[in-house]
């Protein structure tokens, strides 16, 4: 466990490859965000599906940790599924993405996730993920 905030934690390698961040918190919750950038463009001028699903997915487990670290947890987690529903092309901005814990039990969770740009209101993508919360083996 760690009393860090989480905006001083540090992310994934993949994460911070992207250029990912923790951007802010909102209700204890990190809200993640990446600038547009040649390492997640994908077609000329937008950016690449795998980026978006890499930013809602480091968003939904991002928010799975603060939650679980408020409750003093610590287990491994290992993704069940994910689905990722892209709604609209990400253009050339910043890109904000925050999860929600839909359901939270003793051994799986559910997370839900979106990402926006100008307005949060009209998200670029949406993810559903259902992760295992397994004991670690010390």
């Given amino acids: 466990m760690t009393d860090r905030p989480e905006s001083e934690r540090p992310l994934t390698a993949y994460a911070r490859s992207l250029g990912i961040h923790v951007d802010g918190e909102e ?32 968003a939904g487990y991002a928010a799975l940790r603060a939650r679980l670290e408020q409750d003093g947890r610590d287990p491994q987690l290992k993704p069940i599924n ?42 670029i993508a949406t993810a559903i993920m259902n992760i295992l919360m397994a004991d670690r083996k010390t």
């Fill in 27 to 58: 209700d204890g919750t990190p809200v993640l965000a990446v600038e547009f950038s040649s390492v997640i463009e994908g077609r000329p001028g937008a950016f690449h599906g795998g980026a978006t699903s890499g930013l809602l997915e480091t």
């Fill in 82 to 123: 994910i689905t990722v529903q892209f709604l609209s092309a990400g253009k050339q901005k910043r890109t904000y993405a925050k999860g929600r814990i839909t359901r939270l039990g003793r051994r799986n969770a559910n997370v839900s996730v979106e990402a926006w740009q100008d307005d949060r209101n009209r998200p």
